[in-house]
């Protein structure tokens, strides 16, 4: 392992899908300005998560529609030709 290329920053924070609503407690290097009261009374930064294996179809084995709305015009906008 090469010295010096991994964060020692790691801290809790909450995981939040926005599919389900359910959270769940983790370390993190990655930012948020967010906070939520997580169910052990502390207060947490928050990731929010489009998708996690509480609501991924190959997780849960169910076929679930996966809210993608805006994906597709985003990227039709971003990368329209111009005229």
Known sequence: ??????????????????????????????QTKETVM?????????IKLEISNTSHPFYTGK??????AGRIDKFNKRYAKKQ
């Open 1 to 30: 392992m090469r010295e010096g290329i991994h964060p020692e920053a790691y801290r809790f924070v909450v995981f939040k899908d926005m599919s389900n609503g359910i959270q769940f407690l983790g370390k993190s290097t990655a």
């Open 38 to 46: 997580f169910e052990d009374g502390k207060e947490y930064p928050v």
């Open 63 to 68: 076929n679930m529609l996966v809210d993608t």
